[in-house]
Structures are given as C-alpha cells and as structure tokens.
Nanobody, 130 residues
Framework: EVQLVESGGGSVEAGGALRLSCVAF????????MGWFRQAPGKEREGVAV???????RYADSVKGRFTISKDNGNNSLYLQMNSLNLEDTGKYYC????????????????????????WGQGTQVTVSS
C-alpha cells in the first residue's frame, strides 16, 4: 500500500517562505509524476505544481516565479519551496503521485486533471497572514 506523508506546513506572514516535504512509502513506480495540489476554504482543489520522471515541471500561473517543485528519487521524496507567500496561498496542500504506471513527463492538463493522480496524501495546512 502506498502512503504519501506531507510535512512542513505552518503559519507564516505574507512575504515569508515555507518548504513542504512529502515522503512516499511503498512502491509508486518509476519514472513517476508527482505534484502538489491545494484547497483553500470554500474553494475547489487546484493544482499547484507537478514534476515528471524526467524532471520537467509545470506550475499554476499564480505561483510561477515564487514556488519551486523538486524531488529526490533516491529518498522517494518530493518538495515544494514556497517564497513570497501571499494570503491567497493559504490552504491545505496535498502531495500526489501518478501511480505505478510509468510517467515520464506530466501532460499539459496535469494541474487540472485531479483524476490523473492515483495517490493522495492527507495534506498539510499552510496559513499566510498579513
């Protein structure tokens, strides 16, 4: 059974930074596409960033230039460095993985295709205050 466990969330003032981490327990396949989604109160879950088995990345327009997704295949770990946080970044952040099928490069609609990712973590809360 695959488990994705997130950490690193917390409260930060606007303009600050946080680094989220995710560790995958169990076999998630290689190469694999992984990513981060988030859900703000009263809003739908949205894709933030994804990374393919080849290292290619896609970002939501709202976080481009501020967030950086990376991964360490050796440790089955995924990261999200979040800089210049603003109030709109508040939400619960979920680590996701494609599944056991090989995934080299995330498709263009990976950020909007929640069904593309078969594994989801429980989420970690990020709260940005003014």
């Amino acid at each position: 059974e695959v488990q994705l466990v997130e950490s690193g969330g917390g409260s930060v003032e606007a303009g600050g930074a946080l680094r989220l981490s995710c560790v995958a327990f169990g076999y998630i396949g290689s190469p694999n596409c992984m990513g981060w989604f988030r859900q703000a109160p009263g809003k739908e879950r949205e894709g933030v960033a994804v990374i393919g088995g080849d290292g290619s990345t896609r970002y939501a327009d709202s976080v481009k230039g501020r967030f950086t997704i990376s991964k360490d295949n050796g440790n089955n770990s995924l990261y999200l460095q979040m800089n210049s946080l603003n109030l709109e970044d508040t939400g619960k952040y979920y680590c996701v993985a494609r599944g056991t099928a090989p995934c080299l490069s995330p498709p263009k609609d990976a950020l909007s295709a929640k069904g593309f990712f078969g594994y989801w973590g429980q989420g970690t809360q990020v709260t940005v205050s003014s």
